[in-house]
């Protein structure tokens, strides 16, 4: 059973308290549309999710958009790959984590096969109509994850062509919306991290139309990479540091279904340790509602 993003987990009934921080990261509950990570504060319901493996890769759909160059658009994506893995830490060292382009792919990878299929993170494309309610979408992230550990299981981009004229070089329109930084911002949501009440950070919500300045980490964008894949492979878990997994860029196998109750199954899914969250999104300016933002 392939799981398809736009599948969500049921919303939170209630709002957490919120960790005091400048980086968020996603965690394994949906936030509640009502939540905004103002004033230092983050979602911090469930538990925080991870890339177990030293490296993981994702997959371009193919044959891709008519409406854009798409040697061009892989260049931006490897770039924007580049950006985050190649950050300097505290330490002197680059975070331990490495996405690697595994080829293209057709449109039927998007989602998550939880019956031991093929599974692979995919960006594709949606040039005729945007299915997905808002036309202020740029890009969604979903994640697939184990409940029970945190482990990205499958990260899949859906970029809306219908709607949205990308800009893929300079000078970006001042009305525009630059391709390179909606791809930074969703390779951050991609490897774990959620949006921050940080203004200068790539992370930041809400994205000025024709600016390019998400292009380039802010020291909070390096800070949560860091805290997550640090030093010797480890990953910094809600239940403490573990260690990283071999490099395998194939998509990591579903999760048996618990034994021990108290996770749910989603949308049918058999496996009971399964969980999809909701799309991560960004508003452009104040033009889109906090449910379904302009998302980058």
Not at 10 to 21: E, H, I, K, P, Y
Not at 260 to 288: N, Q, R, T
């Amino acid at each position: 059973m392939r799981v398809l993003a736009g599948a969500l987990l049921a919303v939170a009934t209630l709002l957490s308290t919120g960790a005091a921080r400048a980086f968020c990261r996603t965690t394994t509950v949906a936030t509640d549309p009502s939540f905004s990570p103002t004033n230092g504060q983050c979602w911090d319901e469930g538990i925080y999710v991870y890339h177990s493996r030293k490296c993981v890769g994702y997959s371009i759909e193919s044959p891709g958009s008519k409406k854009l160059d798409m040697t061009r658009f892989k260049e931006l994506t490897e770039t924007a790959f580049a950006t985050w893995e190649t950050s300097v830490c505290a330490s002197g060292k680059t975070p331990s984590i490495d996405a690697q382009y595994v080829g293209d792919m057709p449109r039927s990878m998007l989602g998550y096969d939880t019956k031991g299929g093929k599974n692979a993170s995919v960006i594709v494309f949606y040039d005729d109509a945007w299915p997905k309610g808002s036309t202020n979408e740029v890009i969604l992230t979903t994640l697939t994850f184990n409940k029970e550990s945190g482990e990205i299981l499958d990260a899949d981009m859906e970029v809306n062509t219908a709607e949205i004229d990308f800009a893929l070089s300079d000078p970006v329109p001042k009305d525009g919306t630059d391709m390179q930084s909606a791809l930074t911002h969703e390779v951050g949501h991609f490897f774990g991290l959620a949006h921050t009440s940080e203004r200068t950070a790539t992370m930041f919500a809400r994205y000025t139309p024709g600016s390019t300045f998400f292009r380039d980490l802010s020291n909070d964008d390096v800070s949560g990479l860091c805290s997550v894949y640090i030093d010797g492979d480890q990953r910094t878990t809600s239940k403490g540091t573990v260690a990283g997994g071999a490099c395998d860029p194939s998509a990591p196998p579903a999760p048996v279904a618990s034994s021990e109750g108290g996770c749910s199954s989603v949308d049918g899914a058999a496996d009971g340790g399964l969980g999809l969250a909701a799309p991560l999104a960004m508003v452009l300016g104040v033009v889109a509602s906090r449910r379904r933002r302009r998302s980058l």
